[in-house]
């Protein structure tokens, strides 16, 4: 069974410029959480979808945003990219219901120059 | 305001012996609590989960604990061996499915 994907890999953008990082969930899970991870540091909660609705989000600027479509997969937008917008972007899913482990995909490195 | 506070930035220990890592929490209602591994440049993967009504969990090496008053969680890795060297997170999820991390603890075991 395919783990969650994220693509691409890795992105290199300019300051000012706009970055579209997608993830594709396991199949049959609803959940999908993004974080940012600073080199360095810890996950960062971006935003949390459930069947197709954002949950919560955390405490980034609105030029974070996000939409997760119909087949529960996701994409991240990140508006008038900033230097320290640079960072490895994760995407988690699961399943809507408790007590169950998050899967993660391996992230995708977005490089702000 | 919400903290999830794990105990040091990086714990080194020699081989063999138990490597003790500790999460505390203040202002959340965590329904469970999960341990992640994450590896340089990789993605955080599962390792244990304990509910609210649990008092500890074990899984092979692994032994999680889960106080809440103390709002605090134990985690523990018993024989450790250099491949176990990596960063361990914390994580609370509460009652609606909100998943919170700690910063990470980067364990290194010396031969």
């Known amino acids: 069974e395919a783990g969650v994907t994220q693509s691409p890999t890795h992105l290199i953008k300019t300051r000012g410029q706009q970055a579209t990082l997608r993830c594709s969930p396991i199949s049959g899970h609803t959940s999908v959480y993004w974080y940012q991870q600073a080199l360095g540091l810890g996950l960062q909660f971006l935003l949390w979808?459930?069947?197709?609705?954002?949950?919560n989000r955390g405490n980034f600027p609105p030029r974070f945003s996000g939409r997760q479509f119909p087949n529960y997969s996701s994409e991240l937008n990140v508006n008038a990219l900033e230097l320290e917008d640079s960072a490895l972007y994760l995407c988690?899913?699961?399943?809507?219901?408790?007590?169950?482990?998050?899967?993660f995909g391996q992230g995708t490195r977005l490089t702000v120059v | 305001s919400q903290k999830i506070e794990q105990n040091s930035e990086a714990l080194n220990i020699q081989e063999g012996k138990t490597a003790t890592l500790t999460c505390n929490y203040t202002?959340?209602?965590?329904?469970?609590l999960q341990w992640y591994r994450q590896d340089p440049g990789r993605g955080p993967v599962f390792l244990l989960l304990?509910?609210?009504?649990?008092k500890e969990k074990r899984k092979e090496r692994l032994k999680v604990t889960f106080d809440t008053t103390l709002k605090q969680s134990l985690f523990h890795i018993t024989a450790s061996q250099p491949a176990d060297s990596a960063t361990y997170l914390c994580?609370?999820?509460?009652?609606?499915?909100?998943?919170?991390f700690g910063a990470g603890t980067r364990l290194t075991v010396k031969p």
């Open positions: 979808y459930d069947e197709g609705e954002e949950r």
């Open positions: 994580a609370l999820v509460e009652g609606n499915n909100d998943m919170r």
């Open positions: 988690a899913s699961s399943l809507a219901y408790r007590d169950t482990e998050a899967f």
């Open positions: 304990i509910r609210e009504n649990e």
């Open positions: 202002n959340y209602s965590p329904a469970y």
